[in-house]
């Protein structure tokens, strides 16, 4: 059992900037994929971001692409998510996920990530 607890979220306006963290309880040898993902209302959820634990690899959704960065602190089981140049658009829950090595099958979808977080609110204002 993985409890991934996020913060970090909060209110900006337009262009600002936020770091998301998602502390796990525990990195194990079964870890293979960490993943951000975000909910909009009235929207479905989607990817924002992911990385292979083993190498550092990375995906980064086109609508991110260039202003968010993910990025893992291995000793300390924490997930990060940079987000610079915040737009409105970028208003969501955003939720820190954790997939295995035996589900992980690509970083851009859910059914990669077996366990997830309560959720973290950004809200970006014009």
């Known amino acids: 059992q993985v409890q991934l607890v996020e913060s970090g979220g909060g209110s900006v306006q337009t262009g600002g900037s936020l770091r998301l963290s998602c502390a796990a309880s525990?990195?194990?040898?079964?870890?293979?994929?960490m993943g951000w993902f975000r909910q909009a209302p009235g929207k479905e959820r989607e990817v924002v971001a992911g990385?292979?634990?083993?190498?550092?690899?990375?995906f980064v959704a086109d609508s991110v692409k260039g202003r968010f960065t993910i990025s893992q602190d291995n000793a300390n089981n924490t997930l990060y998510l940079q987000m610079n140049s915040l737009k409105p658009e970028d208003t969501a829950m955003y939720y820190c996920?954790?997939?295995?090595?035996?589900?992980?099958?690509?970083?851009?979808?859910?059914?990669?990530?077996?366990?997830w977080g309560q959720g973290t609110q950004v809200t970006v204002s014009s």
């Open positions: 996920a954790h997939g295995s090595r035996r589900i992980c099958l690509g970083l851009r979808f859910a059914s990669s990530y077996n366990y």
């Open positions: 990385i292979y634990t083993p190498t550092g690899n990375t």
């Open positions: 525990a990195y194990t040898y079964s870890t293979f994929c």
